[in-house]
């Protein structure tokens, strides 16, 4: 079952697809994730880059904030680059070179 409110097509939500079917989906300015694949470790790592690299790369944004995180995910995204802050989970762009 999925957390939160029901995925759908609005501005500002992105999400990640994986073998053609919806995996991550990030609420708008990043509210929260919902997981929508059964985790099992063959799929995960790979989404969550393809979302943060595509929301932080090419300077977008400075930063992605996942204020509500789905039980037991918080550690697939920490082993990702995200850090506890007090609004979330917080991961930041690369320094500009």
Do not use: C, H, M, N
Not at 19 to 34: F, I, P, R
Not at 40 to 58: H, K, N, P, Y
Not at 63 to 82: M, W, Y
């Amino acid at each position: 079952k999925v957390e939160g409110a029901r995925p759908q097509r609005a501005a500002g939500t992105w999400g990640a697809l994986v073998d053609g079917e919806a995996a991550l989906y990030v609420e708008t300015g990043g509210k929260g994730l919902q997981v929508l694949l059964p985790a099992d470790g063959t799929w995960e790592a790979e989404a969550v880059e393809a979302v943060a690299a595509f929301r932080l790369g090419g300077r977008r944004l400075s930063k992605l904030t996942l204020e509500r995180v789905p039980e037991g995910f918080a550690g697939i995204l920490s082993d990702q680059g995200f850090t506890p802050s007090p609004k979330g989970l917080v991961r930041y762009a690369p320094a500009a070179s």
